[in-house]
């Protein structure tokens, strides 16, 4: 049973930027293409970012040239940059982009506020 712990989240002003982190239980970044997926009050989960087992990566149009999606062997990052408010959300990691029901960790929390 994988298990992804999420972390890196918090209060940050607009323009403002943050890193999150991804960490597995088990190796499975060099297995799986993987995402960053955030979940807004109200709203539904969306993919914003992935990257495949050789490292390819793609954004969606929201997030494109703020957000960038790396990893190494034992962790997933995504560096937020210029954050919106608009980006308020809670991330999660998962597979990408069809996630498992099974990996879903508690997310990390990212407030965008002045």
């Known amino acids: 049973q994988v298990t992804l712990v999420e972390s890196g989240g918090g209060l940050v002003q607009p323009g403002g930027s943050l890193r999150l982190a991804c960490v597995a239980s088990?190796?499975?970044?060099?297995?799986?293409?993987m995402g960053w997926y955030r979940q807004a009050p109200g709203k539904q989960r969306e993919l914003v970012a992935r990257i495949t087992t050789s490292r390819l990566t793609t954004y969606a149009d929201s997030v494109k040239g703020r957000f960038s999606i790396s990893r190494d062997r034992d962790t997933m990052y995504l560096q937020m940059s210029s954050l919106k408010t608009e980006d308020a959300a809670v991330y999660y990691c998962?597979?990408?982009?069809?996630?498992?029901?099974?990996?879903w960790g508690q997310g990390t929390p990212v407030t965008v506020s002045s």
């Open positions: 088990e190796s499975i970044f060099q297995d799986y293409t």
């Open positions: 998962n597979r990408a982009p069809l996630p498992s029901d099974r990996w």
